[in-house]
């Protein structure tokens, strides 16, 4: 520190040496002032050629200027005059040298360039540092060779640094590139100074005293002065230039963006902010890829990218994502910014919304294209198309136009409508069609006859006004003949189908729907009329002997017998398929008079008719139903009474039935059961009743008969007379059976499980649950989850069942019965036609007698004698016989003289649920060990 304030103290003037510094400094910013704008300029062009002058004066004169500065405050306490030739020499030599280093920069490339631009110019700042102390007048300068060498190679580096940061054209690399170059002048200045020594060599030839070169400073810097004013006016008027530019480009209408070399964006308008929704901020660091719509344009995308990252100038349309979710189309426009040396230094990217510009584009090529389809469609479509002017004719006709009225366009050119088409008069309504047209109406629709009565037009013109042709009507007429006759036809057929949608196509005889239309006019007149439904009882042998052909003639003629009997004000009609519906207007308050009219309607429809086969006579039965009052009568609900008198004709087998309330209730109460049984079935209502058998001579249990019995709650228990009927006719036969079956073998298991002998269970077996494939193995089934065999159980077959063929499913399922190890009992046994057939054929251990035979055996000899021959005839085919229905001791000392081994009955036991039945059994044990 002492070395260096001796420095500035004894060898400088402070003062000076703080110029110095300055105008170095100042040196340094005006000369890369000068390099920035020069890079701005366009190669070549005259103010490019000005920039790199300015460049070279500042450089040269102002480092000369900034090292005469520190020379004056060199030995201030010395008298020291400087030669004017020395003094031109050092500033020619510095501006030289700043000439040759800036076209070594411009001409060479910068790994040779750079450094031999830094050697030229330290060389000219050393030689003008040289030159200026070689210049004292009377003074000889000696220096030291050390530190000169070493503030030369500082100053060559320098300088190349310099020239290095300069060649990149940047702001921060220009700021660099002028410390560079004022730390390389003050480098070389101040360590060539600290080893100068100087030594008085006499009076010299005189020469500029130290405040003449002062003053020589002074104006340069008055110079120095006026240029950086000069440059400060014109950087602001730069500035103001930018400003306005920058806010012409922020407001902007369209998008700008500015990307760096790698496509981050660096700064965005205003009107990107708009388009996007994104913020500016947010944007920049971005790749504008992102905003982009995704899907097949991303191949478009990295081509456009990949193009502008190569200098190249593209533009295209892409389809933009806004940061609501909502699209738009933007035409990207991308221009590169090169700097100095020919490198992109930024992209500029400018985005405007075409969104409306493609839809409206889109839509006008689409009216065109839409508009030369229709052309083409009108010109080949089949319809009848032409334009004409009023008072000017026809000026455009399409195909099938001129195919229909014999011309050429030229013909038909001029000629009005009707005149090519033939329309003697258009009618009335013809005319004020086209009136209303042309008053303004727009379209009118109408129908016309054309070329004389032999086509028939649909019609239909608009009025068209445009600015340019005038008014024109097009019209447009199609081809309705076909539709006009098919129209007729269909008039007709509508008449004929009227006839036959109330008439039976078979017989001809009023069908099911013209009966209930008639029973409603008979109604609504409010009086009283006679329904008789009959129905014909044997028509299916009539249908199987005649053939249908000859059985609905049959129909016919029955029903004309009747429609002549009864009278012209009767319908007779035909209600189903065997039965005719006859409704009778008459009121008749007689229940004798209706039921004489249905006897009536038996006994002509039982007369002989002929058939081409021969004679035919029918059988029927009919259901009378009387109206009194018909206001409240409801053809539905009178045909169903009707056919429910008829069903009860049929069960009773009488000729006739006038519908009753009774009826009504009867039906109702066998609806009731059926829909109760239903649920019975579904709730499992149905439970066995035990009745057991035992034989006659030593009193041992044979078996339990399983019974069903319904249980419709803890005190009432029904018998199978109140459901059985119902549960064939619906089907719920198999059900329950087999829910008895499931009990019954649960109580045998239990029973066994207490201790008791019961030898086995017998259960009934109905045809319809005979018949199921699967009926043997299930029966097979439910015994071996019970540990039990088959010879635990003996199916009764009723006897009253028609097996006539051997390949019959219950003939089978029999025989399968008997091989599986089952007993097979007939039951009834004595009340069906073919017993003695199915004993011979069918493999039958037991027979039951039916208590119709026991009950009268103690007062009918004739049904002994049967009995007796029952019995003889099982022994000799060694088939066990039950006798059921033994009620009283008498039955059972007769059964015993007769020989019957084995009984059930009252007088045995009742039917009893499983626990009153292991009741009895337990007493039963009981009074035998008593005896025993």
């Known amino acids: 520190m002492p070395l260096l304030s001796d420095f500035f103290t004894r060898v400088h003037d402070p003062a000076q040496v703080l110029l110095a510094l300055i105008a170095l400094g100042v040196t340094a910013a005006t000369t890369f002032y000068c390099v920035a704008h020069t890079i701005e300029q366009e190669p070549g062009a005259r103010t490019n050629r000005l920039w790199h002058a300015g460049t070279v004066l500042c450089a040269g004169l102002g480092s000369w200027g900034a090292l005469f500065t520190a020379v004056i405050g060199y030995r201030p306490e010395l008298a020291l005059h400087f030669l004017p030739g020395y003094?031109?020499?050092?500033?020619?030599?510095?501006?030289?040298?700043?000439?040759?280093?800036?076209?070594?920069?411009?001409?060479?490339?910068?790994?040779?360039?750079?450094?031999?631009?830094?050697?030229?110019?330290?060389?000219?700042?050393?030689?003008?540092?040289?030159?200026?102390?070689?210049?004292?007048?009377?003074?000889?300068?000696?220096?030291?060779?050390?530190?000169?060498?070493?503030?030369?190679?500082?100053?060559?580096?320098?300088?190349?640094?310099?020239?290095?940061?300069?060649?990149r054209g940047r702001a921060a690399d220009l700021i660099r590139a002028g410390l560079c170059f004022w730390l390389g002048v003050m480098l070389l200045h101040f360590l060539s100074t600290s080893g100068i020594g100087l030594s008085f060599a006499g009076y010299g030839p005189g020469g500029y005293s130290r405040a003449e070169m002062a003053r020589v400073q002074y104006f340069e810097a008055l110079a120095f002065a006026v240029l950086i004013?000069?440059?400060?006016?014109?950087?602001?008027?730069?500035?103001?230039?930018?400003?306005?530019?920058?806010?012409?480009?922020?407001?902007?209408?369209?998008?700008?963006?500015?990307?760096?070399?790698?496509?981050?964006?660096?700064?965005?308008?205003?009107?990107?902010?708009?388009?996007?929704?994104?913020?500016?901020?947010?944007?920049?660091?971005?790749?504008?890829?992102?905003?982009?719509?995704?899907?097949?344009g991303a191949e478009r995308r990295g081509?456009?990218?990949?193009?502008?990252?190569?200098?190249?100038?593209?533009e295209e349309v892409f389809g933009l994502r806004r940061r609501d979710g909502s699209h738009l189309w933007c035409a990207v426009s991308s221009r590169p910014v090169f700097d100095a040396h020919g490198r992109i230094e930024l992209l500029v990217e400018t985005l405007r919304d075409?969104?409306?510009?493609?839809?409206?584009?889109?839509?006008?090529?689409?009216?065109?294209?839409?508009?030369?389809?229709?052309?083409?469609?009108?010109?080949?479509?089949?319809?009848?198309?032409?334009?004409?002017?009023?008072?000017?004719?026809?000026?455009?006709?399409?195909?099938?136009f001129l195919a229909r009225v014999n011309r050429s366009m030229d013909e038909a050119r001029g000629q009005e409508i009707d005149t090519l088409l033939d329309i003697p008069d258009a009618g009335e309504e013809a005319r004020s069609a086209r009136a209303a047209t042309m008053i303004g109406e727009r379209r009118v629709s109408y129908e016309t006859e054309a070329c004389s009565?032999?086509?028939?037009?649909?019609?239909?013109?608009?009025?068209?006004?445009?600015?340019?042709?005038?008014?024109?009507?097009?019209?447009?007429?199609?081809?309705?003949?076909r539709e006009k006759m098919r129209e007729r036809a269909l008039r007709e057929a509508n008449r004929q189908m009227a006839r036959q949608a109330r008439h039976d196509l078979q017989s001809g005889l009023p069908n099911w729907r013209r009966v209930t239309e008639f029973i409603s006019e008979c109604a609504d007149d409010g009086g009283g009329f006679t329904l008789i439904l009959l129905g014909l009882d044997d028509f299916r042998q009539v249908v199987d002997t005649f053939g249908h052909v000859a059985s609905h003639n049959v129909l016919r003629q029955a029903g004309e017998r009747l429609a002549e009997e009864f009278g012209p004000l009767c319908l007779v009609g035909r209600s189903g398929g065997d039965e005719l519906a006859i409704v009778l207007p008459e009121a008749t308050s007689e229940r004798e008079l209706a039921l004489a009219q249905g006897i009536c309607a038996i006994e002509v429809v039982q007369r002989s008719i002929p058939t081409s086969a021969g004679a035919c006579r029918l059988r029927a039965s009919a259901g009378v139903r009387l109206v009194e009052d018909g206001r409240s009568a409801v053809p539905g609900a009178l045909v169903k009474d009707a056919a429910l008198a008829l069903s009860e004709a049929r069960r009773q087998r009488e000729q006739a039935v006038v519908y009753c309330d009774e009826l009504a209730r009867r039906q109702a109460s066998r609806t009731r059961v059926g829909a109760e049984l239903v649920s019975a079935v579904e709730r499992q209502a149905f439970e066995p009743f035990f009745q057991p058998q035992v034989t006659l001579e030593e009193g041992a249990l044979v078996g339990f008969e399983c019974l069903a019995r319904w249980r419709v709650d803890e005190k009432t228990?029904?018998?199978?007379?109140?459901?059985?009927?119902?549960?064939?006719r619906g089907g719920l036969m198999s059900e329950i059976e087999r829910s008895i079956l499931v009990k019954a073998l649960d109580g045998l298991q239990d029973w066994r499980s207490a201790g008791f002998a019961?030898?086995?269970?017998?259960?009934?077996?109905?045809?319809?649950?005979?018949r199921q494939p699967n009926f043997v193995n299930h029966l097979k089934w439910e015994l071996d989850r019970r540990d039990l065999v088959p010879a635990d159980l003996a199916v009764e077959v009723l006897e009253t069942t028609l097996i006539t063929e051997d390949d019959d499913p219950a003939a089978r399922n029999i025989a399968r019965l008997h091989e599986a190890g089952f007993i097979v009992e007939l039951d009834d046994f004595g009340t069906g036609h073919a017993a003695l057939a199915n004993l011979s054929?069918?493999?039958?251990?037991?027979?039951?007698?039916?208590?119709?035979?026991?009950?009268?055996?103690?007062?009918?000899?004739?049904?002994?004698?049967?009995?007796?021959?029952?019995?003889?005839?099982?022994?000799?085919?060694?088939?066990?016989v039950i006798a059921e229905g033994a009620e009283t001791p008498a039955d059972l000392a007769r059964l015993r003289e007769l020989g019957c081994r084995v009984v059930q009955g009252y007088a045995i036991a009742r039917p009893m649920p499983a626990d009153a039945a292991r009741a009895w059994l337990s007493e039963r044990e009981s009074a035998l060990r008593r005896i025993g």
């Open 87 to 167: 003094v031109i020499a050092s500033a020619v030599s510095l501006t030289c040298a700043m000439t040759v280093s800036l076209l070594l920069v411009l001409m060479l490339p910068p790994r040779w360039g750079t450094p031999l631009s830094g050697l030229v110019s330290a060389t000219g700042i050393w030689a003008a540092h040289y030159l200026g102390f070689a210049g004292l007048s009377g003074w000889e300068a000696e220096f030291g060779w050390a530190t000169s060498l070493t503030g030369y190679l500082s100053a060559c580096l320098c300088c190349a640094l310099s020239g290095h940061f300069a060649r």
């Open 303 to 314: 081509a456009f990218s990949a193009a502008s990252m190569r200098g190249e100038a593209v």
């Open 717 to 728: 228990v029904r018998g199978p007379d109140s459901f059985l009927d119902f549960a064939e």
């Open 841 to 880: 054929r069918l493999r039958i251990h037991s027979v039951k007698l039916d208590r119709s035979l026991v009950s009268p055996l103690a007062h009918d000899a004739r049904m002994t004698a049967i009995v007796r021959a029952i019995l003889a005839l099982a022994r000799e085919l060694g088939i066990t």
């Open 758 to 770: 019961v030898p086995r269970l017998s259960v009934n077996a109905s045809v319809s649950h005979l």
């Open 453 to 481: 009565g032999t086509l028939w037009l649909s019609r239909t013109d608009m009025l068209h006004e445009d600015e340019d042709d005038g008014t024109c009507i097009v019209s447009i007429s199609r081809d309705i003949t």
């Open 229 to 296: 004013c000069w440059l400060g006016v014109m950087q602001f008027r730069r500035m103001v230039r930018l400003r306005r530019l920058e806010l012409a480009v922020r407001f902007a209408g369209d998008g700008v963006i500015m990307l760096d070399t790698q496509r981050r964006i660096l700064w965005a308008n205003a009107a990107v902010e708009r388009l996007t929704g994104y913020d500016s901020a947010e944007l920049q660091g971005k790749r504008p890829e992102h905003m982009f719509s995704g899907g097949r």
């Open 354 to 400: 075409v969104t409306a510009e493609l839809e409206a584009s889109r839509s006008l090529a689409q009216s065109r294209m839409i508009g030369r389809r229709l052309t083409r469609v009108a010109m080949h479509a089949s319809d009848l198309v032409c334009m004409s002017r009023p008072g000017q004719g026809v000026f455009w006709a399409n195909t099938a």
